[in-house]
């Protein structure tokens, strides 16, 4: 059987998102940043799986350049996990899912504060049973963007995982 | 006359292609702005080419998109606050003063490094007429937390529970550290969002204390 993993609406357009564009937005920090930007792409890919059988979905995010957001697991109770929050689905059964592990950053202005971060792209994996058909899987990444100089307030990047069981 | 007939079919089969062809341009056109449209609701913040040499923020500097209009030379917004301590804080309480409104949250790194040279200035310019606020953008973070964070940065000056009000009045606040210096005669000197250097602080603070009261437009002050 083959799923097909794909994302709705604007995610399918982010993806078509080019470095050009990524350029045209360089510049001096502004204030403040745009309110309904996203630091973080959810990156759609197709899976092969058998209904029925446990599959792990992979979901491919991608931190925008010169940003790091919080791994799953920070080093500070104040700050502010990575988290995908998926809502149950009819037909498909979730298991916890699977974080990688952070990388090391500090702040060049407080080398001592150790840091465990995502960067560039990163992979959340989430195990999965489903029935043979058509399926729909709603939910967000729940993230906090900081560059080397300044931090975000926390976002959700909605994600919409559409696929079909054969 | 067959010629004529023949030169008018070509003549409309001529124009209906033309026709076609602007429609076809225009039906593209539409589809490629909505997909622009589509794209630009996800793609990627602004990389600050130089996040990290926040300082100032120019008008100019601002995107198009949504931007909110810098606040430097207009007059702070008024804004009336709880403190940590429970009590009431109103911008206005510091009339004829130089005030350094610093919005700051717990999961802010940056914001954490700049509190103790704020708490520095405060303690050296607080004779000439400094005042600072601390104005912290989770409250949701709890007031333990929030004490925690401003007792370590050893922080003395009030911290004040921002209302989300108070965020829009200032531009939305989607940048911290984020710093307005409120001259004495309650206009904004000078906008600040992210870490910059400490002596370029103590300039903004110097810039403050320097404005006249004299002539005080009545406003958040």
Same mark, same amino acid.
């Given at each position: 059987?083959?799923?097909?993993?794909?994302?709705?609406?604007?995610?399918?357009?982010?993806?078509?998102?080019?470095?050009?564009?990524?350029?045209?937005?360089?510049?001096?920090? !502004?204030?403040?940043? !745009? /309110?309904?930007?996203?630091?973080?792409?959810?990156?759609?890919?197709?899976?092969?799986?058998?209904?029925?059988?446990?599959?792990?979905?992979?979901?491919?995010?991608?931190?925008?350049?010169?940003?790091?957001?919080?791994?799953?697991? !920070?080093?500070?109770?104040?700050?502010? !996990?990575?988290?995908?929050?998926?809502?149950?689905?009819?037909? #498909?059964?979730?298991?916890?899912?699977?974080?990688?592990?952070?990388?090391?950053?500090?702040?060049?202005?407080?080398?001592?504060?150790?840091?465990?971060?995502?960067?560039?792209?990163?992979?959340?994996?989430?195990?999965?049973?489903?029935?043979?058909?058509?399926?729909? #899987?709603?939910?967000?990444?729940?993230?906090?963007?900081?560059?080397?100089?300044?931090?975000?307030?926390?976002?959700?990047?909605?994600?919409? #995982?559409?696929?079909? /069981?054969? | 006359?067959?010629?004529?007939? +023949? +030169?008018?079919? &070509?003549?409309?089969?001529?124009?209906?292609?033309?026709?076609?062809?602007?429609?076809?341009?225009?039906?593209?056109?539409?589809?490629? +702005?909505?997909?622009?449209?589509?794209?630009?609701?996800?793609?990627?913040?602004?990389?600050? %080419?130089?996040?990290?040499?926040?300082?100032?923020?120019?008008?100019?500097?601002?995107?198009?998109?949504?931007?909110?209009?810098?606040?430097?030379?207009?007059?702070?917004?008024?804004?009336?606050?709880?403190? @940590?301590?429970?009590?009431?804080?109103?911008?206005?309480?510091?009339?004829?003063?130089?005030?350094?409104?610093?919005?700051?949250?717990?999961?802010?790194?940056?914001?954490?490094?700049?509190?103790?040279?704020?708490?520095?200035?405060?303690?050296?310019?607080?004779?000439?007429?400094?005042?600072? @606020?601390?104005?912290?953008?989770?409250?949701?973070?709890?007031?333990?937390?929030?004490? *925690?964070?401003?007792?370590?940065?050893? &922080?003395?000056?009030?911290?004040?529970?921002?209302?989300? *009000?108070?965020? *829009?009045?200032?531009?939305? &606040?989607?940048?911290?550290?984020?710093?307005?210096?409120?001259? +004495?005669?309650? &206009?904004?000197?000078?906008?600040?969002?992210?870490? %910059?250097?400490?002596?370029?602080?103590?300039?903004?603070? *110097?810039?403050?204390?320097?404005?006249?009261?004299? %002539?005080?437009?009545?406003?958040?002050?």
């Amino acid at each position: 059987m083959r799923w097909r993993l794909a994302v709705a609406g604007w995610a399918m357009a982010a993806v078509g998102v080019s470095p050009a564009m990524f350029a045209f937005q360089a510049g001096t920090l !502004p204030l403040p940043a !745009p /309110a309904l930007k996203s630091y973080v792409l959810y990156v759609a890919e197709d899976h092969d799986v058998h209904a029925g059988k446990r599959t792990v979905l992979e979901l491919h995010f991608r931190v925008a350049d010169g940003y790091h957001v919080n791994s799953h697991t !920070p080093k500070s109770v104040l700050l502010i !996990p990575t988290d995908v929050v998926l809502q149950p689905a009819a037909g #498909i059964s979730e298991e916890t899912a699977e974080y990688p592990a952070g990388k090391n950053y500090s702040f060049s202005f407080d080398p001592s504060n150790k840091l465990s971060v995502y960067t560039g792209d990163f992979v959340v994996k989430v195990p999965v049973v489903a029935t043979a058909g058509a399926h729909t #899987i709603s939910g967000k990444l729940h993230y906090q963007a900081c560059d080397h100089a300044a931090c975000y307030p926390p976002r959700d990047l909605p994600v919409q #995982i559409i696929f079909t /069981a054969r | 006359m067959f010629q004529v007939k +023949r +030169r008018a079919l &070509v003549l409309g089969v001529m124009i209906v292609g033309i026709a076609l062809m602007v429609w076809a341009g225009v039906h593209n056109l539409r589809a490629r +702005r909505l997909a622009m449209q589509k794209a630009q609701e996800n793609h990627v913040e602004l990389i600050p %080419g130089s996040a990290g040499q926040p300082g100032k923020v120019d008008e100019s500097d601002a995107d198009d998109e949504g931007e909110e209009p810098s606040l430097r030379g207009k007059v702070a917004p008024a804004f009336s606050l709880t403190t @940590l301590d429970g009590k009431k804080v109103s911008l206005a309480d510091y009339k004829g003063k130089a005030v350094l409104v610093n919005f700051w949250a717990t999961w802010c790194g940056p914001c954490r490094i700049e509190m103790p040279w704020f708490q520095q200035f405060q303690k050296q310019y607080a004779d000439q007429g400094l005042v600072i @606020l601390g104005l912290v953008d989770d409250v949701d973070a709890g007031d333990a937390a929030i004490a *925690k964070v401003a007792g370590k940065a050893g &922080v003395t000056y009030p911290i004040l529970l921002a209302d989300g *009000k108070v965020q *829009k009045a200032y531009g939305g &606040v989607d940048v911290l550290p984020m710093s307005f210096y409120v001259g +004495r005669n309650g &206009v904004i000197v000078e906008e600040t969002a992210g870490l %910059g250097p400490k002596d370029q602080i103590e300039a903004h603070i *110097k810039a403050a204390l320097a404005s006249s009261a004299s %002539g005080a437009p009545s406003g958040g002050q």
